[in-house]
């Protein structure tokens, strides 16, 4: 069983009421759902959120919503809250609830490799960066070994790149499948030195010796942080929904 998980918070530090936001007629909330709604490979897909308004909101559009706590520090931290009465061995994909063009072959891809590679405890996806990606630190870079697992994340410029031939600058992209015991091993573990550093999640699992598998994608899909990025994707959807992200 694979189980595609939406946290949703109310609060954001750059754009509050970030789901409830409208877009193209409709939640933003509900973009994400519907998308991951066109994915095969899930058994299951439910929002979780910290207020009645997202919940009420999942709700009116029919979709299936769970209320959890306000205190999780993170969308790891709800998704392993309310996972603690889902089936013990279920996989789980954390979907992140900001991003309305996210692609069901992405999602479909890390569900069926769950569902084939139970000896990976932790799956994500990555894609080529561009020419502007290093040196921007919103924009997550992750160095790979010969096998295709995590060395090491970073918001700096890594690899140093001193001869270009010889290494390919990937761009992370943020959505994460995991196997159960994974999930909730990483949620009982505190916040590690890098991830406080770099503010990236999950240089705790790697901190910790927990593997992550990276699957190579061609894109990444265009999520909304600002005001900004909501106009921009509205653009993208009234034009035909390219996933791609600028």
């Known amino acids: 069983m694979v189980i595609g998980a939406i946290p949703a918070r109310y609060g954001s530090s750059r754009l509050s009421g970030k789901p409830l936001r409208m877009l193209a007629g409709h939640p933003l909330i509900e973009h994400v759902y519907r998308r991951a709604s066109e994915a095969t490979q899930l058994d299951k897909i439910v929002?979780?959120?910290?207020?009645?308004?997202?919940?009420?909101?999942?709700?009116?559009?029919?979709?299936?919503?769970?209320?959890?706590?306000?205190?999780?520090?993170?969308?790891?931290?709800?998704?392993?809250?309310?996972?603690?009465?889902?089936?013990?061995?279920?996989a789980v994909i954390n979907i992140q609830g900001d991003e309305p063009l996210i692609e069901a072959a992405a999602i479909d891809r890390i569900a069926a490799h769950l569902r084939r590679e139970p000896g990976d405890a932790l799956v994500t996806l990555a894609t080529e960066a561009g020419?502007?990606?290093?040196?921007?630190?919103?924009?997550?870079?992750?160095?790979?070994d010969r096998r295709?697992?995590?060395?090491?994340?970073?918001?700096?410029?890594?690899?140093y790149v001193r001869n270009a031939a010889e290494a390919t600058t990937w761009?992370?992209?943020?959505i994460y499948g995991y196997q159960m015991?994974?999930?909730?091993?990483?949620?009982?573990?505190?916040?590690?030195?890098?991830?406080?550093?770099?503010?990236?999640?999950q240089l705790r699992a790697l901190e910790n010796g927990i593997?992550?598998?990276?699957?190579?994608?061609?894109q990444a899909s265009a999520g909304v942080d600002t005001m900004e990025d909501l106009h921009r994707v509205e653009s993208l959807l009234r034009k035909?929904?390219?996933a791609t992200s600028e």
Do not use: Q
Request: glycine content about 8%; overall charge negative; some cysteine.
């Open 181 to 201: 015991s994974a999930l909730l091993r990483l949620a009982e573990l505190e916040p590690s030195p890098l991830e406080r550093s770099e503010s990236l999640e």
């Open 131 to 144: 020419e502007d990606d290093a040196r921007n630190p919103d924009v997550v870079k992750v160095v790979l």
């Open 47 to 90: 929002v979780l959120t910290d207020d009645d308004r997202i919940s009420d909101a999942v709700r009116g559009f029919g979709g299936l919503a769970e209320l959890t706590p306000v205190d999780c520090a993170s969308g790891t931290d709800r998704i392993a809250w309310a996972a603690r009465d889902w089936p013990s061995d279920a």
């Open 211 to 218: 593997a992550i598998r990276v699957m190579i994608v061609d």
């Open 148 to 159: 295709g697992y995590a060395l090491y994340f970073s918001r700096s410029p890594v690899p």
């Open 171 to 174: 761009r992370h992209v943020g």
């Open 240 to 242: 035909g929904g390219s």
